[in-house]
């Protein structure tokens, strides 16, 4: 991935400027974790989001994961990039996608940690990346 867009993706998410939402990139105000990339990719490149229905909103075409565009611009392999977390369940790193994890995790620092630390520059999470707990204890 590239590094710079990397930081700039994980201080977007740290800032406080995005209402957390789910399952779409953009509902209302929210946007999922991958809608903060594209907004991230939007300002940059003059780009407007589409009110779909009045209730989610639309970038390049893409409702719920990375247009194209943006996952090329950002140097990643696909429109929803995989990272490691810790399954408290099975007691070891599994691999997951990033979309799917980011509703389970305590907070913007943790998601913005694991954009930092299990997106690597080619786009993939190692197995022996420093996992985030997405999962309670117990």
Request: hydrophobic share 40%; proline share 4%; net charge negative.
């Amino acid at each position: 991935m590239n590094t710079h867009i990397q930081r700039q993706w994980a201080e977007a998410v740290r800032s406080g400027r995005y209402e957390h939402a789910t399952s779409v990139l953009r509902w209302h105000n929210g946007f999922c974790v991958l809608g903060i990339l594209c907004d991230i990719h939007a300002i940059e490149h003059g780009n407007a989001w589409i009110d779909v229905n009045g209730f989610y909103w639309s970038y390049l075409g893409a409702i719920n994961c990375l247009p194209h565009e943006v996952a090329t611009w950002a140097g990643l392999p696909n429109n929803n990039p995989d990272v490691l977390i810790w399954d408290s369940h099975e007691k070891r790193n599994v691999r997951t996608s990033l979309a799917s994890v980011s509703d389970s995790l305590p907070g913007a620092e943790a998601l913005a940690k694991l954009i930092e630390d299990n997106i690597f520059s080619d786009g993939t999470s190692s197995e022996k990346a420093p996992a985030v707990s997405a999962q309670a204890e117990g």
